[in-house]
Each structure stands twice: as structure tokens, then as C-alpha cells.
């Protein structure tokens, strides 16, 4: 809320008008500014680099489609054995370890490069401490918000300008632990990185338990994809695209949901 | 000409300029995929220190499994008959630009200041096993050999061909001056404690152990110091970067 008054703010008299104003519209709705453009900007790229950073990781775990824990590969005992990966999913299609590393390397650099101006961003400009790290209140809020969310009921009106709980939570985890999670395993599974990254390749527990949990952290990427772009579509596909598209994003009022329901 | 006519030959001509466009544009985006591999490796130049060790291990911690892979027993008549003597007709071969070539048995090497190194193997396919490694180090060789200012790379010719046929294409690998020089880089001829297998490179297989495992050739035949590899195979400095893979593989 407070962040929510400092952006819709009145217009300083002299400038243009600040983007960030609320525009009301017709029917008690309000078009809100949520996503400035860095955001909108490193998000699409992040899309891109994390759909073709996961195709063509698929396409190199067919090289050798066997995970193990520990230091060394252990040939006769792995933890799990992946059968023949569908070429759809792999990047370029069909196996072809040479050009899926290229994929990989080339868009490894963008995720690395883009996640960095958007933390520094997020960082500098507080965005990150006002808009996705959980408050006290958040935090005791969270069982109701879990058990509102099992029955697809989503915030209305000003409830709709924050983050849930869940969200932030969610967001929180992914940027700040399983995406940099990525990079790490992936920088300990790189033979010239060991020489000086050695105390990383012991912290993950060597070079296949790097490897394994560079999968697993890729796995639940997929599942937040799922889940992220599901939800995406269920609260509403037009209006979510059109927030991350140009940053206005449409605030129901909740008594309208009201007079849906007694009607 | 009518119109039809000339619709057909307009719509023509967008095609094939449009396939033009097409290709260049899909050489253009291979070139800029390919340019990561640059900056990986100018990255990893930068904040890794020449002399940077790669990680050792304990000797319990050696694989009993440690996979062989690629060829696994050259068929090259060459190979065969040096094999079936034991390897005592054996001699490293290092010239190139260098101002002594040096012609060494298996004997004259292990005379040799040596090194010994408990490492692991990174296959690029992404698995690991760990081995001990003794031979002798390269540096000391070249240094021996006395490279030439203009020389960049150091090229080890192989045995071995990967087709199993003796025309096919012979492995070969290359390594910058940096790697070359690496306290670990060395021409091992014994592995856990006994001489190489043929498996394993007998008689004599580098070790780089920044690198991923096809860097570290097997049956090497030939040592050469040159300037740039253009004139040598496909021109990319090894067997598998003229197929696609990053000469570079620290990564």
C-alpha cells in the first residue's frame, strides 16, 4: 500500500504526467502501471534464454542420459537412467551434442548477463525489498492465502496491485535461489572453472552431484514454468500479457465479483 | 508479358531473394552462437591463473570403472606393429618450430622429471571418472625442444582413427601455449600405478586437466609446435573441432 501511494503520487506540476499514475476506466476498474520496462525487457529475455538453455540441456543429457551422486560416475549404478529423449523437446532436434553446447554457452551468457542487470536493478532502485520480499504480515497471512488459492479464489481490488504471500514467495525462490542455482552447478561441472572454483565443486558434493543437481534445478524450473503460465491463463491471459507487454495491468474491483456470484 | 506472368516472376524472385536472406541470416546467427565460445574461453583466461591447479583426489577415490572411450584399440598397421613389439620401437617425435626436434624412446622420457596426479576425467558427453596419472611434463620437453617465438600452439598427432580404417582421418589435438605449460600437463605413460593401457592411450596420452576429455589425446604419434593450425585437417585445431565441438573446452 505504501508503495502503492509514493506510485500514483500526483503529478509534479511542470513535467509530463508520471507514467506511473493509476488511468481509471469505465465499470469501478482501474488500468494500473505494475511492470517498468527493464522488467518487462529482462523478463522476455529470460524467457527466451531459459526455453533454449532447457531444450538443448535436453539435448545434451542424451549424450549420456545417466545421473549419479558424488564425485565420479559409477557406470553400473546410477541413480537414474533417462530412456530415449523426444526429439521435440531438444534443441537443436535431433541429437547433436556440438551444436546443442553452442545453444547452451551462447544462452547461458544471456541468462547470466540479463539476471545481473536485473538483481542490480531490482537492488538499486529497492523495487526487489517493496515488491517481492515477503513482510511480517505476508508471512503470518500465508495458510489463508494457500487455502484461498486451492479454491482458485485470487485477490480483487487492491489486494490485486501486490504480490501474495505465495507469490513473493515463489518469485523470491526462484530468482534468488534456483535460477543463480543453475549457474553455479553449472559453473562446477566446467573442468577450467574447478581450478580455481574447487571449493564449490566440494560444496555440491563433486562433479556428478553438480551435474545431477544442475537437473534438478532445471526440473523445477519446468515446474514453475507450468505452474507460472497455468496461472497466468486462469487469472486472466489478456490482461496478464498486456502487464508484461506494457507494463499497465487491469485491477478488477471486487464488488463486481460480488454481483457476478448473486447473480 | 501480362500480368499473371509478371506476378509469378515477382513472387519468383521474392523467394529466392527471401531464401537468400534466410541462409545468410542462418550463417550470420551460427557465427554469433559460435562467438560464445570466445568469450567463454577470454573469460576463463582472465580470472583463472595460468598456474591454477585442478582439483586432486584422494588415491580411494579412484574409479574402478574408469571408462574408455573413442578408439579403444587403433587398428593402423603402424600402431599394430609397435604394439605387438611392446612399444620398444617407440619414439616421440617433437619438432615443428622448435629449435631442437627431439626423436625420444619410452625409456628416454621416464628418465625425465616427471609428475604424478590423482585427477578426474570430464568426459564433454558429461560423465566422470577418476584416475592417477604419471608422465613426463611437457613444459620441460619443450623447453628442452626450445620453441621458436613465432610458435602459438602445440598439435599431437595420433595413432588412431576413430573410423577403425587405415585412411580414415587420424585424431589429432591441439593446446594453446598456456595449457601447454600448466604444471599438470604431462605425457602420461602410467595410469594407477602401472603403464597405459592400450584402452586408456598406450603408449603415451595427454593430460590437460582444465580441459574436457577429448582434449586429452590418446596414441600420440607426433608432438608439433606451429603458429596456427589453418593448414592442418579441417583447419579448427583438432578431430572434434573440425566437427563442430569448441577447441576450447574448459567448459
Redesign the interface.
Same mark, same amino acid.
Given at each position: 500500500m505504501t508503495e502503492f501511494a509514493a506510485e500514483a503520487s500526483p503529478v509534479t506540476p511542470g513535467r509530463s504526467p508520471v507514467r506511473h499514475a493509476d488511468r481509471p476506466l469505465p465499470g469501478g476498474r482501474t488500468d494500473t502501471y505494475r511492470h517498468p520496462p527493464l522488467v518487462r525487457i529482462s523478463h522476455w529475455l529470460n524467457v527466451i534464454a531459459v526455453v533454449v538453455l532447457i531444450m538443448s540441456g535436453l539435448n545434451i543429457l542424451a549424450a549420456h542420459p545417466q545421473l549419479y551422486w558424488g564425485l565420479r560416475s559409477t557406470f553400473d549404478d546410477p541413480w537414474v537412467a533417462f530412456g530415449t529423449i523426444p526429439n521435440w523437446v531438444m534443441l537443436p532436434q535431433g541429437r547433436n551434442l556440438a551444436e546443442a553446447r553452442h545453444w547452451h554457452f551462447f544462452f547461458a551468457w544471456v541468462f547470466v548477463i540479463n539476471g545481473l542487470i536485473y538483481l542490480a536493478y531490482g537492488f538499486v532502485t529497492r523495487r526487489f525489498g517493496r515488491r517481492l520480499w515477503p513482510t511480517g504480515a505476508d508471512l503470518k497471512g500465508f495458510w489463508p492465502s494457500v487455502k484461498e488459492h486451492a479454491r482458485f479464489h485470487f485477490p480483487k481490488d487492491d489486494e490485486a496491485r501486490t504480490y501474495n504471500v505465495i507469490q513473493k514467495l515463489t518469485y523470491v525462490t526462484m530468482i534468488l535461489v534456483v535460477l543463480p542455482m543453475m549457474l553455479i552447478t553449472g559453473l562446477s561441472m566446467s573442468p577450467g572453472f574447478n581450478a580455481i572454483g574447487g571449493i564449490l565443486l566440494d560444496l555440491m558434493g563433486g562433479r556428478q552431484s553438480a551435474r545431477t543437481l544442475h537437473f534438478i534445478s532445471a526440473a523445477l524450473i519446468v515446474g514453475f514454468i507450468v505452474i507460472h503460465v497455468g496461472l497466468v491463463i486462469w487469472t486472466g491471459l489478456y490482461n496478464n500479457m498486456r502487464a508484461m507487454i506494457t507494463g499497465w495491468f487491469v485491477i478488477e474491483p471486487s464488488t463486481r465479483k460480488d454481483e457476478g456470484g448473486a447473480s | 508479358m501480362n500480368r499473371r506472368d509478371w506476378l509469378s516472376r515477382a513472387l519468383a524472385t521474392a523467394g529466392v531473394l527471401t531464401l537468400a536472406a534466410c541462409q545468410r541470416a542462418e550463417q550470420a546467427g551460427q557465427r554469433?552462437? %559460435? *562467438? #560464445? !565460445?570466445e568469450?567463454?574461453r577470454r573469460a576463463?583466461r582472465l =580470472?583463472?591463473?595460468r598456474e #591454477?591447479? &585442478?582439483?586432486e583426489?584422494d588415491i580411494s @577415490?579412484i *574409479?574402478d /570403472?574408469f $571408462?574408455a572411450n573413442g578408439s579403444i584399440n587403433p587398428a593402423a598397421a603402424d600402431y599394430v606393429a609397435l604394439r605387438d613389439a611392446g612399444f620398444a620401437d617407440y619414439r616421440l617425435e617433437i619438432g615443428g618450430l622448435v629449435e631442437r626436434p627431439l626423436s625420444l624412446s619410452l625409456a628416454e622420457l621416464r628418465a625425465r622429471p616427471s609428475r604424478t596426479q590423482i585427477t578426474?576425467h /570430464?568426459? %564433454? @558427453?558429461?560423465?566422470?571418472? =577418476?584416475g592417477q596419472w604419471s608422465g613426463a611434463k611437457l613444459a620441460d620437453l619443450l623447453d628442452e625442444a626450445g620453441l621458436k617465438p613465432e610458435a602459438k600452439y602445440i598439435v599431437f598427432y595420433c595413432f588412431d582413427a576413430l573410423t577403425q580404417t587405415e585412411t580414415g582421418p587420424r585424431y589429432y589435438e591441439s593446446i594453446d601455449l598456456i595449457d601447454a605449460y600448466h604444471p599438470q600437463t604431462i605425457l602420461a605413460y602410467d595410469m594407477n600405478g602401472e603403464t597405459l593401457p592400450v584402452p586408456h592411450g598406450a603408449p603415451l596420452r595427454l593430460r590437460v !586437466? $582444465?580441459?574436457?576429455g577429448y582434449k586429452h589425446a590418446k596414441y600420440i604419434r607426433r608432438i608439433e609446435a606451429v603458429e596456427s593450425f589453418d593448414h592442418i585437417a579441417g583447419g579448427k585445431g583438432g578431430y572434434?573441432p573440425d $566437427?563442430?565441438? @569448441?577447441w576450447y &573446452?574448459? =567448459?
Open positions: - | 554469433l552462437l %559460435v *562467438s #560464445a !565460445e568469450l567463454t576463463q =580470472i583463472i591463473p #591454477a591447479l &585442478a582439483p583426489y @577415490e *574409479s /570403472d $571408462r578426474k /570430464d568426459c %564433454v @558427453e558429461g560423465w566422470t571418472s =577418476i !586437466e $582444465r580441459q574436457l572434434w $566437427r563442430g565441438y @569448441e &573446452a574448459g =567448459i
